[in-house]
C-alpha cells in the first residue's frame, strides 16, 4: 500500500468530525476510549479478532499507537484518531491498511488497493452514528486519494464478514 507519490493530510475536517493522525500524544484519550468501549469495539478487525484485550495496558496501547505514527511515516498504513467537529472530544479511531492474509492468493488484494477499520466510543455514539462516520469516510477517500472508487473495503461494514471471507476466494 506505500503511496510513493501522495502524502495524506495529517489533520482533516470533515463533516461532523475532525481526523488527526494516531500519534503517541493521543495515548491518554485513545486509552480511555478503548478501555471504556472495549466490548463494543472488541471485533471491529474480524470476528475471531479479540482485540482490545481486557488486560491491554497503558503501556501496549502506547506501542501501538507508536507502531500506527511509524507507520504513516513510512505510508505503510494511514491511522486516526477522530474528534468532534470542534476538535475536543476524542470519539474514536480509523485504520486504513493493506489487506493481510494468511491466504497464497487472495483475491481481495487484487480487488482492493486498501481496508478501512474504525470504531466509534461510546462518547463517539452519543455524537455520530457508524452510518454516518461510514458514508463521510467513503466519500473523503474517493474524493482525496489517488485510488478509484470502489478501491477501498469495509471489512464488516460494507461488506459483511461472511462476504468478506468469500471474496479471498472469488474469482476476478
Known amino acids: 500500500m506505500l503511496l510513493n507519490n501522495f502524502t495524506p493530510e495529517a489533520r482533516v ?4 468530525f475532525r481526523l488527526e493522525k494516531l500519534a503517541p500524544e493521543h495515548a491518554e484519550a ?7 468501549s472495549a466490548e463494543r469495539i472488541r471485533h471491529v478487525f474480524g470476528p475471531d479478532n ?21 507507520e504513516f511515516e513510512e ?3 494511514f491511522n486516526y484518531a477522530l474528534f468532534s467537529a470542534e476538535g475536543q472530544d476524542y470519539l474514536g479511531c480509523l485504520y486504513l491498511k493493506p489487506i493481510k492474509s494468511r491466504l497464497e492468493h487472495d483475491a ?3 480487488r482492493f488497493r486498501a481496508q478501512l477499520f474504525f470504531w466509534l466510543s461510546e462518547a ?8 454516518q462516520v461510514l458514508s463521510t469516510l467513503q466519500a473523503w477517500l474517493a474524493r482525496d486519494w489517488p485510488w ?6 469495509c471489512p464488516g461494514r460494507a461488506q459483511s464478514w461472511p ?3 468469500a471474496l479471498a476466494e472469488a474469482k476476478r
Request: glycine share 10%.
Open 124 to 131: 463517539g455514539l452519543k455524537v455520530l452514528s457508524e452510518d
Open 75 to 77: 505510508r505503510r498504513a
Open 30 to 36: 485513545d486509552f480511555a476510549a478503548v478501555r471504556g
Open 148 to 153: 478509484p472508487a470502489g478501491a477501498v473495503a
Open 50 to 70: 479479540g482485540w482490545p484485550s481486557a488486560a491491554l495496558s497503558f503501556a501496549e496501547n502506547l506501542a501501538d499507537l507508536q507502531r500506527h505514527a511509524a
Open 13 to 16: 475536517a470533515l463533516a461532523g
Open 163 to 165: 462476504d468478506w471471507a
Open 108 to 110: 481481495r488484494r487484487e
